[in-house]
Every structure is written in structure tokens, then in C-alpha cells.
């Protein structure tokens, strides 16, 4: 009985991770501007984040590449 309620949980506690919470999309336009603030936050993020990478290494071609990149 206890081996199945510890299964259940792990079950369970590992599924719920699994999922992310769904994010409703905005309503008002500043909502839609806080948005796409994030947006452009992330990928400035990424690009600054790349330029200081090593272009030889598989992070990079897995983390930079865009498609339409030549390989």
C-alpha cells in the first residue's frame, strides 16, 4: 500500500512539471506592449549571450542558429 501511494506521488510530482501553466494572451494594449517588451528582452538576451559563445562548439550551433543559417 505504501509502495503504491510513494509511486502515485513520484507520478504525479514528476508529471506536474512536465506541463507549463497556460498563459493567457493579453487583453489591453498594455498587456500587449509588456509582451512584447519580454520579447525583445529574451532575444536581445540570446543574441548577447551568443556574441560572447565559441562558434566552434555544438552549444552554440544548437543555442544561435537561426533558421536559414548556412550550416
Not at 15 to 28: D, K, L, N, R, S
Not at 32 to 50: A, F, G
Amino acid at each position: 500500500m505504501i509502495r503504491m501511494t510513494l509511486i502515485a506521488a513520484i507520478t504525479l510530482g514528476t508529471g506536474a512539471c512536465a506541463f507549463q501553466p497556460y498563459e493567457a494572451m493579453p487583453t489591453t494594449p498594455s498587456q500587449w506592449q509588456r509582451r512584447q517588451d519580454e520579447i525583445v528582452r529574451r532575444e536581445e538576451e540570446r543574441t548577447r549571450l551568443c556574441q560572447m559563445m565559441n562558434k566552434d562548439t555544438d552549444r552554440y550551433r544548437r543555442d544561435c542558429r537561426r533558421p536559414g543559417d548556412p550550416q
